[in-house]
């Protein structure tokens, strides 16, 4: 299955905006490692996005 362009971009913007939350969720319990790891996944996913 092809994609187009705008849905390249809503894939990895919705996957980043996922870690994000992810991220925010690891932060409240204080597992710090993992969300540090979330906020990457999410910032190289938004990079993704922006590339496409």
């Known amino acids: 299955m092809k994609m187009t362009k705008a849905e390249h971009i809503n894939y990895?913007?919705?996957n980043a905006d996922?870690?994000?939350q992810r991220a925010k969720?690891?932060?409240k319990l204080?597992?710090?490692v993992f969300c540090l790891?979330?906020?990457h996944m999410s910032l190289e996913?938004?990079?993704k996005?922006?590339?496409v």
């Open 18 to 20: 996922r870690d994000w």
């Open 25 to 27: 969720n690891n932060f």
């Open 12 to 14: 990895w913007t919705k």
């Open 49 to 51: 996005a922006l590339w």
């Open 30 to 32: 204080k597992d710090y």
């Open 45 to 47: 996913k938004i990079c």
């Open 37 to 39: 790891f979330c906020l």
